[in-house]
């Protein structure tokens, strides 16, 4: 028998309002396997200051570090999406300084007394008024946050290697098993209702074709579901865990939830509808819920019914998609790893 040698990937590191998630995978060769992995929940009261990770949250990460299995710190670490700038732009030009100009005009008075970090991805040429443009995904956070950001999570003994943008690592983790022509050819909508806000992402492929944050987040449906059912965050998430539990407390959920249910549709149409307008899908769309939302029960069902389409809720982990080995932990919540899951997988190159 010939063994491989095992190799860890960097930790992922997403960072929300309600704490930290962490996940390291081990490979052995093409295979992997979640090797670590932690929620760390954010004390009640901390970060009312504005900080992206206070200390109390930071210390708790460092004990997850030492006694959850994780080999070293090196980590990928996603913005914040609520701390970013995120919007597609259109330009003359995608060379050099006359780039650069661009890009910094559209951010003009965005940072003021700071200068701004800024990544983009190309989406590809459109046609504006008869000439042929390029349009980009602009991405962009204040220099000093970013600092402060970085020397949060050194703190929390984690080492940095990159900081990357939560659309990407959602691409990633949904499409690391699409290589053929026909992948790309069907373009993949990602719906990912976080903690603060909802991340919507479109791609064809590995190829990023869209992204926007909508201001509907799981938070925000949780505090109305204990207002109006008395209902708390760990008493949704158990109720999710059995078809008994979705059955009793979905219809009451989406009944308190129909409003917001209905403004995150209304959000989600009109993405779809530029997507429609600018990009040709000839494979189709798909789509596909993710995030700590799409554990509330009967919200899934409720949100195809508004929009009128068919939505997966599938487990990133299945060989579908990203096809790492999971942890017996996350069987009930595997909706809420996507973006530790896709961060951790920055390294990898297939």
Known sequence: MRWRRTRRSPIGVEVTPAGVRLMQIEWRGDSGRVAACAEVARPQGEGEDGSILPEGTAAEVRTALKDQGFGGGRAVVGLPSER??????????????????????????????????????????????????????LLAAGLAQVNEFVGCLEKAGLAPLAIDAEGCALIRCFTRRRRRQS??????????????????????????????????????????IQQRLDLTREDVRYAARSAEGVAELGPQIVSALRQQIDSLSLEVSACLRYHAASRRSPGGLELVLCGVGAGIPGLPEALAESLEAVIQRPDPFSAAFSGIESDARLEHDFAAWSIPLGLALREVRR
Do not use: W
């Open 183 to 224: 992948d790309a050819e069907t373009h993949t909508a990602i719906i990912n209702i976080g903690d603060a806000a909802t991340l919507m992402t479109i791609s064809g492929g590995e190829h990023p074709l869209f992204m926007k944050q909508l201001p509907i987040g799981a938070a925000q449906l949780l505090e109305i």
């Open 84 to 137: 970013a700038i995120l919007r597609h732009v259109k330009v003359d030009s995608i060379e050099g300084q006359a780039l650069r100009d661009a890009l910094l005009f559209e951010l003009e008075d965005a940072f003021p007394g700071d200068a701004p970090v800024v990544q983009h991805l190309e989406v590809g040429e459109v046609m504006e008024r008869g000439e042929a443009r390029h349009e980009l995904i």
